[in-house]
């Protein structure tokens, strides 16, 4: 007896191992996917470090302001002129509605101007209360272990916002509460590692021109062990209250 076509137990084995095939796959490309966007939103962040090392060198060793309002947008704008372009302003794997439209109780009406956000100890303006504002680049030692561009929350307070207040991430010894206050500002989880976690990856990009993606344990524990306070005032500022 000759037999045509396939029997209905051939085609649930087949189907059995399609199904099987399309599980392993899929996460394997869901992290492949992962790690292709991270690397793109890592070279948006260092393009924008070249150009503020640009801009250093062009304007008499400047650092970039925090909050421009003078500028269209913010310091991203001001970097234009300096090799940064447009497309590098959003990383690849922001999901912020506040490109498209207006952030809550701007007037005139304002959109997210970017997906990266500066440090504010290391901006002449928005430093910390009783910090001294850094306004050169010569005036932070060790500047390749301080970070400058972090990436910036999509919702809540900060999305609007263009750069960070690293004041903020610590308000008691409870690692718990750091990480919060901390996803309040950082989008933990964007580029790997669990959600608001502190192994969640990020990128940034450090003061002599570098970027690197890291962990959040890798640049920030406390008020005293971080890359974000330049070295000169952890020893003014311990852990006092
Ligand atoms: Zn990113
Ligand atoms: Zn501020």
């Given at each position: 007896m000759s037999r045509k076509g396939f029997t209905l137990i051939e085609l649930l084995v087949v189907i059995g191992i399609i199904a099987v095939l399309v599980a392993v796959l899929l996460p394997a490309l869901s992290a492949a996917r992962m790690v292709s966007v991270r690397a793109q939103c890592l070279s948006n962040i260092r393009q924008l470090q070249t150009a503020q090392v640009a801009y250093a060198t062009d304007q008499d060793d400047l650092i970039l302001a925090a909050g421009?309002?003078?500028?269209?947008?913010?310091?991203i704008g001001v970097l234009e002129p300096y090799?940064?372009?447009?497309?590098?302003?959003?990383?690849?794997?922001d999901r912020s509605p506040f490109f498209e439209q207006p952030f809550p109780g701007t007037d005139p009406e304002k959109l997210r101007a970017t997906s990266y956000a500066i440090?504010?100890?290391?901006?002449?303006?928005?430093?910390?209360?009783?910090i001294q504002p850094i306004?050169?680049?010569?005036?932070?030692?060790?500047?390749?272990?301080?970070?400058h561009m972090g990436e910036l929350a999509?919702?809540?307070?900060?999305?609007?916002?263009?750069?960070?207040?690293?004041?903020?991430?610590?308000?008691?010894?409870?690692p718990q509460i750091t990480i919060s206050l901390i996803n309040q500002q950082m989008p933990l989880g964007r580029h790997g590692g669990?959600?608001?976690?502190?192994?969640a990856k990020l990128n940034f990009s450090f003061l002599d021109g570098h970027a690197e993606s890291l962990k959040i344990r890798q640049v920030y524990t406390d008020p005293t062990t971080n890359?974000?306070?330049p070295p000169q005032f952890i020893k003014q500022s311990d852990l006092e209250e």
């Open positions: 421009d309002g003078s500028v269209v947008g913010s310091w090799g940064a372009r447009p497309e590098v302003r959003r990383c690849p794997a440090n504010n100890y290391v901006s002449p303006t928005h430093a910390p209360f009783g306004v050169k680049l010569s005036e932070v030692s060790q500047s390749s272990t301080v970070i999509e919702t809540g307070s900060y999305a609007g916002s263009d750069h960070l207040h690293v004041q903020n991430f610590y308000l008691t010894i409870a669990q959600e608001m976690s502190w192994d890359l974000f306070v």
